[in-house]
């Protein structure tokens, strides 16, 4: 049994290779993908791949994730996040395979405070969400048996994001200004991955029907300032080297970008607890167990300013 996994550099393909359980690592063999073989920028040439290999299971995790840069790019952002995932789900329609595409809370406007339904109307702000959301409609056209999980604010122990962000700038700065309207889920990669795992085992080992698609963040709520405080008390506990002694709160509108962010970026995992019976750990449980990673391999990596982080969506 083979699966694909398209992408590997990026934060959740990275977390994907690390969080295979051995119980399944027994019985698949799985590929990763990368731009070499799989170039989502040139979607014409993916359902060749996809065909020549004959997998049982395809998982996209790559996408176009530069979320101000889109603005300006939105052609090449389009290629990468619709056009390449309808070949992949074509390919899979092909084979008669399962096909797994993950998403965004940036499909949604952001109104209200009331955590978005799977079910309800997409309309996204930025030409980022743009083309997810048209990524979701066309997977969905193209094959019959695909999952999309959506998650937010998708972070890791290493690569660009906000907590590497956070982390440098606290090193650097005593005062940081960090957005504290707007609110969601900060969502490890590993837990993501972890959740793809156990989501793969059950579509593979039975008659799998509830296909469709699924919201996947960390349980709880919170905004990025608040999020910034628990990095920092986090890191301090963990003897991080840090300068920052004050995050002042301020608004959207007082940093403004390119692209348009939701507000309200809150998803209910309601659905995914039907479908599979689980829900991912706390935001704050998963940031501990992120940092922990950070910490135990800062002694290979050397010191956390070395790495440069952005805040960039999943």
């Known amino acids: 049994m083979l699966i694909l996994v398209i992408g590997k550099t990026g934060q959740v393909a990275r977390a994907l290779a690390a969080t295979m359980p051995d119980n399944l690592r027994s019985r698949v063999r799985v590929e990763f993908l990368g731009r070499d073989s799989a170039d989502l920028s040139r979607p014409e040439g993916l359902r060749e791949v996809i065909l020549g290999r004959q997998p049982n299971l395809v998982i996209n995790a790559a996408a176009y994730t530069a979320v101000d840069k889109a603005e300006q790019e939105a052609d090449e952002a389009a290629q990468v996040n619709a056009y390449a995932p309808r070949e992949l789900a074509l390919a899979c329609s092909d084979l008669g395979i399962p096909f797994i595409q993950y998403s965004t809370d940036y499909v949604f406007p952001g109104t209200g405070s ?117 990095i920092f008390e986090q890191a301090r506990d963990l003897g991080l080297p840090l300068k920052v002694k004050t995050v002042e709160v301020i608004s959207t509108a007082e940093y403004p970008t390119p692209a348009r962010r939701p507000m309200n970026s809150r998803l209910s995992n309601e659905k995914l607890a039907r479908a599979f019976g689980f829900t991912l750990p706390s935001w704050e449980r998963s940031l501990v167990e992120c940092l922990a990673r950070l910490t135990a391999e800062l002694p290979h990596k050397g010191d956390i300013r070395t790495t440069e982080g952005q805040n960039e969506s999943n």
Request: charged share 25%.
């Open 114 to 230: 009331q955590a978005w339904r799977e079910d309800d109307a997409v309309d996204p702000l930025s030409a980022y969400g743009r083309t997810k959301a048209l990524g979701e409609k066309l997977v969905r056209e193209a094959c019959s048996r695909h999952l999309i999980l959506r998650t937010s604010w998708v972070y890791d122990h290493d690569g660009k994001n906000f907590l590497r962000t956070m982390l440098k700038l606290g090193a650097e700065r005593e005062v940081l200004r960090v957005v504290s309207d707007q609110m969601g889920a900060p969502t490890s990669s590993f837990e993501i991955a972890a959740a793809t795992w156990k989501i793969a085992e059950q579509i593979l080992g039975g008659d799998f029907k509830e296909w469709g698609t699924y919201h996947l963040t960390a349980s709880g709520v919170t905004s990025w300032h608040g999020f910034a405080l628990a």
